[in-house]
């Protein structure tokens, strides 16, 4: 494609590794961008949450030969595409080069767009609607004659806090959370059988996961579809700095555990999110969740400093408890109206729409 903005083509690699090096820089550091857009991040879901029946394509925009974004995608056997997106991932993003403007960012919907022509459809999920760069890029897909139909993903519960204080944090919480992390915290605290170890990498890491793999065998969740990719990810994190893993014992036992990560820095301000928690029913009467969770959230606030907390993906009423607000994440399918199957999916959508405006009203 040849416009004023010079000669752009998109290319498609198999691997991470196929990637020409140029390309690296797309990739974002967790300790400046998203953590979902780093390659760490990719290389754990290629090699332990991808289902059988699928293989990741990276589809590289190019100007004038330079890369100037990348497109994660999945590809499956039945011939459908979509985000290279797994139950774990909280953001997606296209990684765009960051100096990018509004412009560029059309020409690169555009050229992306010239891919998702020959499909009848093209999955995302886990965007941001407020992503500044989701409506130049959306502009450019859809002008090329494709159609964008939106979706809500799931919720996100956040909310910016003071660092540094935990008892500034505590009192903005409802006060039946306040009066219960008062008595479960001080009487753990006080109890010399329980025990909280915080786990950042080195030689405890091996003993944090396995202790997160008991506890969570052990607790109320349903077995994780993907069930290597927790200890791969931890190691990864570990690796990078980023991993906050924390376990929470009672005579040696662990009764509950929870991995964050920490990103950002201290300039742009630093984000603690939790990736994935659990705890042994058993233990109940010691309310471990609610201890563990304050416990983390009092070190990610005293030591890391964050000026954020984020508690991943979905609408666990828990949630709404320890952080205050809510955004939405959004899906889009983008539907070729010349295809079958994708004017199928166009006219589904819009009947499934008009249904949803009938019972409104």
Known sequence: MIGRGGTWRAARFDSLAALPPAADALFADPSIGNLFSTRDWYRC????????????????????????????LETHNDGTWQS???????????????????????????????????????????????????????DGISSMGLVLLRFDHFGNWHEPVTA???????????????????????????????????????????????????????????????????????????????LRLGVLRQAETPIAVQYWVV??????????????????????????????TALMI????????????D?????DPYKRQWVGRRRQRIGLIIANPLRPAGLHLILTHLAGRARQKLRAA
């Not at 008595?183 to 997160?212: H, M, P, Q, V, Y």
């Open 45 to 72: 879901v290629i090699a332990t949450a991808l289902p059988a029946s699928s293989h990741p394509s990276f589809i590289l925009c190019q100007q004038d030969g330079q890369p100037r974004a990348l497109f994660p």
């Open 84 to 138: 290279l997106t797994t139950p774990y991932t909280c953001l997606y993003q296209p990684l765009i080069a960051r100096d990018a403007t509004a412009a560029t960012i059309r020409l690169i919907g555009r050229t992306f767009a010239r891919f998702c022509r020959a499909r009848a459809s093209v999955r995302i999920e886990a965007l941001d609607p407020g992503w500044p760069g989701l409506q130049p890029m959306l």
């Open 164 to 242: 540094g204080s935990w008892d500034t944090y505590l009192r903005s919480r409802d006060g039946a959370l306040r009066e219960t992390v008062r008595r479960k915290l001080g009487k753990a605290l006080r109890d010399k059988t329980i025990r909280f170890d915080l786990i950042c990498g080195g030689a405890e890491l091996e003993t944090g996961i396995a202790a997160f793999e008991d506890v969570y065998a052990r607790s109320w969740k349903e077995p994780e579809p993907f069930p290597d990719f927790n200890a791969s990810f931890m190691h990864a994190a570990a690796a990078m700095g980023i």
């Open 263 to 292: 990103t950002g820095n201290d300039t742009t301000g630093k984000t603690g999110s939790v990736l994935k928690l659990a705890h042994d029913e058993a233990f109940k009467p010691i309310s471990p969740g609610t201890v563990l």
């Open 298 to 309: 009092r070190s990610l606030l005293e030591k890391d400093c964050v000026t954020e907390l």
């Open 311 to 315: 508690f991943g993906r979905g609408d």
